[in-house]
T-cell receptor
Framework: GAGVSQSPSNKVTEKGKDVELRCDPI?????LYWYRQSLGQGLEFLIY????????KSGLPSDRFSAERTGGSVSTLTIQRTQQEDSAVYLC????????????FGDGTRLSIL | AQKVTQAQTEISVVEKEDVTLDCVYE???????LFWYKQPPSGELVFLIR??????QNEISGRYSWNFQKSTSSFNFTITASQVVDSAVYFC?????????????FGAGTRLTVKP
């Protein structure tokens, strides 16, 4: 389809392992966002990419979290040395890149840390 | 700093009732954008509406209507004649135009349950 695609849809891993979450935005969308949604909670902004500009990493909760966006398209969110509190749904969204444009969300990756 | 407050954590209504979801925002900007998103049980957030700060006209789309009032910094969402399929978590969000990073701040969400 033409929507935002995230993989995997579910990820279960042991505490201390590294994980990589992938987001494939809508073609032509220059802006890409990562959010975290803990169970029953709202959306927590993590990081934002816009074109070739330096990403806004102000929402990343610790230095264990990092993200890349290669070629202005696909993005990978990496969590190193996972902790149980990292368990959440990680949502990716893309938009046409201006503040007045709605964001289109993927289905998310449900991450469970044992 | 921008902030969005959705004071209603959960609302439960019976089908065909009208229901209003409240959203109050804080911003120092004169130019900003407000959004509502719906997150059904399936999990994917669905965009519902966008308003800019210069347009205070209320909007109606079918059973959905939005009341934007700058005087009270509110952007409330009303569903008339609610249906079971309206059951979802609804998020209000704010984006400030002056920010280069365009990050959107979401409220905590309101879980709406419509019972048959």
């Amino acid at each position: 389809g033409a929507g935002v695609s995230q993989s995997p849809s579910n990820k279960v891993t042991e505490k201390g392992k590294d994980v990589e979450l992938r987001c494939d935005p809508i073609s032509g969308h220059t802006a890409l966002y990562w959010y975290r949604q803990s169970l029953g909670q709202g959306l927590e902004f993590l990081i934002y990419f816009q074109g070739n500009s330096a990403p806004d990493k102000s929402g990343l909760p610790s230095d264990r979290f990092s993200a890349e966006r290669t070629g202005g398209s696909v993005s990978t969110l990496t969590i190193q040395r996972t902790q149980q509190e990292d368990s959440a749904v990680y949502l990716c969204a893309s938009s046409l890149g201006m503040g007045n444009q709605p964001q289109h969300f993927g289905d998310g990756t449900r991450l469970s840390i044992l | 700093a921008q902030k969005v407050t959705q004071a209603q954590t959960e609302i439960s209504v019976v089908e065909k009732e009208d229901v209003t979801l409240d959203c109050v925002y804080e911003t120092r900007d004169t130019t900003y954008y407000l959004f509502w998103y719906k997150q059904p049980p399936s999990g994917e957030l669905v965009f519902l509406i966008r308003r800019n700060s210069f347009d205070e006209q209320n909007e109606i789309s079918g059973r959905y209507s939005w009341n934007f009032q700058k005087s009270t910094s509110s952007f409330n969402f009303t569903i008339t004649a609610s249906q079971v399929v309206d059951s979802a978590v609804y998020f209000c969000a704010l984006s400030e135009a002056r920010r280069n990073n365009n990050d959107m701040r979401f409220g905590a969400g309101t879980r709406l349950t419509v019972k048959p």
